[in-house]
């Protein structure tokens, strides 16, 4: 090229060479993540019975006074999930296969869905208002979670179908769902399904519910400090490429919810906004939203747990009156 040397040439073109090369390595860098993430998503940390110990938690129910029978629930693509079925109050020993026929005696039963990352030992720290509220609850491992066998994390994917084989378990009783974000939608999405099981739910506590996994899946990373955009896009686009197709909450699944949904948020919530539960809430024919100032994703039972528990019972009070 006339008028420019050829030293500037070659220093030009190592430039124009260097920024390539950058450039297919942060596009490389970003599908590793991507892929990373996704890995992670379906793999998510065990909390099993040394984690319990590691941290001073209680281990089972037993520990917290109450007694119980342990069980496993066989679902579809060989998974078995573990499960602790607790009579409040009255004497145990009634297993998954004999829930049936006792069931009758029972005048409401709250099943818990955890969420992700979590299990049913997590759980056990959220029990203690059940206590009173219910002659029966029911703790499971999701997928993936716990000590759950046969495969990693759906991420609520078609999960709502183990849940329902849960309730069939447990006889014709009414139910109450507890589900922690993750759980929550997996519950929502139980009771808009045309099944006799789903019949059979009397009501819902979601606490901390997303419509948009890719949202909740973008405000976990931000809150420990990870980048998101557009890792978490490929992310997704890994999981659905893999078979998993992570559920939301569209507004028609919500609506053909027919029992009553308490919605539980915190106003701190970094990771799913409250937003979202108002929409569910909207949605829902029978939706109320309890917002808790200065709790977060999972803490409202911790930082107001007067205003909490009080519209525990207040909520229990009137599925149990609809149902009597």
Known sequence: MPGIPRSTLRVVGALLGLVILLSVALVAAVVILSAI??????????????????????????????????????????????????????ESG????????????????????????????????RIEPWRTLCDRFVLYDLRGHGEATGGGSRLGHREDLDLLALLDRLGDCPIVLVGQSMGAVIAISAASQRRPASARIAGIVAYGPYRDFHYSLRGSLHVGGYPTRPLTDLAIFWLRFAGTRPEGLPD?????????????????????????????????????????????????????????????????????????
């Not at 602790?84 to 109050?89: F, P, Q």
């Not at 049936?100 to 299990?119: C, M, N």
């Open 37 to 90: 993430v996704a890995r992670e998503a379906v793999r998510p940390p065990r909390h099993t019975a040394g984690y319990a110990v590691a941290l001073g938690l209680p281990v089972d129910p037993n520990e917290l006074g109450l007694e119980f029978d342990e069980w496993t629930l066989e679902v579809p693509g060989a998974a078995t999930l573990p499960v602790w079925e607790v009579r409040s109050g009255q």
């Open 94 to 125: 009634v297993s998954g296969q004999q829930s049936a026929a006792d069931s009758r005696q029972l005048s409401l039963t709250a099943v818990f869905i955890h969420d992700w990352g979590e299990s049913r030992i997590d759980v056990l720290a």
């Open 252 to 324: 028609e699944e919500v609506q053909r919810v027919r029992c009553p949904i308490l919605i539980i948020c915190g106003a701190d919530d970094a990771i799913v906004s409250v937003s979202h539960g108002q929409r569910i809430a909207e949605a829902a024919a029978d939706g109320t939203l309890l917002v808790i100032p200065n709790a977060g994703h999972l803490d409202v039972h911790i930082v107001d747990p007067q205003r909490h528990d009080q519209a525990l019972r207040v909520f229990v009070e009137r599925v149990e009156n609809a149902v009597s």
